[in-house]
Antibody, heavy 120, light 110 residues
């Protein structure tokens, strides 16, 4: 059974770069044609799609965040990562990693989420 | 890329049916039959309950159903149960491998 787990610092100072990693177990990100994505949810608010990376390495980003976001794959570790630069308090959120099915465009497997607080 | 519009809250009594709307544009909901609905309980990750407008993943109750007309998609929960109290999010494919979410609807079982 596929499992995803987010990891990274829980506190980031503005205007530093937020860095998170998603470790995938129960399946290889190398061998399957899925999208791997990041979604966030500010406390008490709704979900926001950040971006996806295809198993080939092609990336797709939310236009509102595109200038600050980088998503990458590490096939050797079966992980993918998120970097969000120049963070402010508005980037405080629970960050989820998830797997998306191509063609259907919905996330079928999610990590439990990790809270990242941006504060000096 | 604007968020899809959902009502902030919907409520109903046990056994009743409720419907949540999700309004987008001709660039997202109206152009693709790729609307999904996620259920989220407090402190938990979202879980997909409807995909491709009206399909249910294995294990999801048939009390949940989805439909679409023009730029508006809908989720109907029939035979409302206490366990259905949660937040519900719609989202849609928006072209060029991007997706857009709705703002979420809090469902309260009275």
């Amino acid at each position: 059974q596929l499992q995803l787990q987010e990891s990274g610092p829980g506190l980031v100072k503005p205007p530093e770069t937020l860095s998170l990693t998603c470790t995938v177990s129960g399946g290889s990100i190398r061998r399957t044609s899925y999208y791997w994505g990041w979604i966030r949810q500010p406390p008490g608010k709704g979900l926001e799609w950040i971006g996806n990376i295809y198993y080939s390495g092609t990336t797709y980003y939310n236009p509102s965040l595109k200038s600050r976001v980088t998503i990458s794959l590490d096939m050797s570790k079966n992980q993918f990562s998120l970097k969000l630069s120049s963070v402010t308090a508005t980037d405080t959120a629970v960050y989820y990693c998830a797997r998306m099915l191509p063609g259907s465009y919905y996330f079928d497997s999610w990590g439990p989420g990790t809270l990242v607080t941006v504060s000096s | 890329q604007s968020a899809l519009t959902q009502p902030a809250s919907v409520s109903g009594s046990p056994g009743q049916s409720i419907t949540i709307s999700c309004t987008g544009t001709s660039s997202d909901v109206g152009s693709f039959n790729l609307v999904s609905w996620h259920q989220q309980h407090p402190g938990k990750a979202p879980k997909v309950i409807i995909y491709e407008v009206s399909k249910r993943p294995s294990g999801v109750s048939d009390r949940f159903s989805g439909s679409k007309s023009g730029n508006t998609a809908s989720l109907t929960i029939s035979g409302l149960q206490a366990e259905d109290e949660a937040d519900y999010y719609c989202w849609s494919y928006a072209g060029r491998s991007t997706v857009v979410f709705g703002g979420g609807t809090k469902v309260t079982v009275l």
